[in-house]
């Protein structure tokens, strides 16, 4: 950065001041309970930005700006920056003073990725670090141009951006497994589920599976649902993978399904998907993220995706699934 950002008629410097006053003005936040950062790398100095970062006093702050305006009448009305030191001394020096009392400014930095490499090194690996910050970086600035464009404040809220963000590292960053977060469900749950006969359970009907088979896949069903809707709100997995696990899923079921078809081809429909449903619930746990996920958690998504309709285990489910349920 060759130019000055914060040199003291500098149009960045005014410039950030004058929006922080509109958004203040438009209920965006409240000046009282805001930190207000300006920070700027590589490291730059300031006489005006140093002084407003430094003090804190109501009388000492309103002295500065007093002083500020009198120099001012000495800027050109065609600097750029003459609109927004315009719009600063024309808007309510109360709430100028209250911004200006929790403004910081931070430029101490020579290299803008340090700190955040500084930051993250206890908690992500070397290999992942730089992919990291590139997402972290990128994702901010995309969130602030789809504000801008929206006619939104350029606003971006720290729990949604540490969720993501924890959610992009746990993908490319991991290295054990994913535990469950859901309880148990309870049997009045479980029982509730059946009674109301969802497409899954009616899939398994077709199969005429047993009570005991039944009642375990509306358990891991619920659980899957669970944890599913748990580890996304806290980062632990990234929402695209979600898709990618259906996916894969889908896959091996048509696997399964194929070569059940292949070897036991004269077997009656409804046993022929039963041995679909045990084979593809029984099998090795497909891993999410690259992560081993609790057994539960296939099956449930198994059954998920059956609820959908978008697997089926009988050989005729679509054609059986269109029909009226019986009573």
Not at 56 to 79: M, N, Q, T, W, Y
Not at 145 to 154: D, F, H, R, W, Y
Not at 241 to 253: F, I
Request: overall charge negative.
């Amino acid at each position: 950065m060759k130019s000055n950002p914060i040199s003291d008629w500098a149009e960045d410097l005014w410039k950030t001041f004058h929006l922080w006053i509109d958004n203040a003005n438009d209920g965006v936040f409240d000046p009282t309970k805001t930190r207000f950062q300006l920070y700027v790398t590589p490291a730059k100095t300031g006489t005006f930005a140093q002084q407003l970062s430094d003090l804190k006093s109501e009388d000492e702050i309103k002295a500065l700006l007093e002083e500020i305006a009198k120099r001012r009448k000495k800027v050109s009305s065609s600097s750029k920056s003459a609109e927004h030191l315009d719009a600063v001394f024309a808007a309510d020096q109360k709430l100028v003073v209250q911004i200006i009392q929790n403004f910081k400014l931070i430029t101490e930095d020579q290299d803008p990725l340090s700190p955040i490499y500084e930051h993250l090194d206890a908690t992500v690996s070397k290999e992942t670090l730089e992919k990291a910050c590139s997402y972290g970086i990128g994702d901010s600035m995309d969130r602030i141009e789809k504000a801008v464009k929206n006619g939104s404040a350029p606003l971006i809220f720290a729990q949604q951006f540490r969720t993501t963000f924890r959610a992009f590292v746990n993908k490319y960053d991991a290295t054990n497994v994913l535990h469950s977060l859901a309880d148990q469900p309870d049997d009045a749950v479980v029982q509730n589920t059946l009674s109301r006969a969802p497409p899954f359970v009616q899939q398994l009907k077709l199969i005429e599976a047993d009570i005991e088979t039944t009642t375990r896949a509306a358990s891991d069903y619920l659980r899957s649902s669970a944890d599913r809707t748990k580890w996304a709100a806290d980062g632990l997995i990234f929402e695209d993978s979600v898709e990618e696990y259906r996916d894969t899923l889908k896959q091996r079921h048509g696997h399964v399904r194929g070569e059940v078809d292949l070897t036991h081809g004269t077997m009656e429909p409804p046993k022929r998907g039963l041995l679909v449903y045990y084979k593809c619930c029984q099998a090795t746990p497909i891993p999410l993220e690259g992560r081993v996920v609790p057994i539960h958690f296939m099956t449930g998504s198994l059954n998920d995706l059956a609820n959908r309709n978008e697997i089926g285990w009988h050989p005729d489910y679509v054609a059986l699934m269109q029909q009226e349920p019986e009573e």
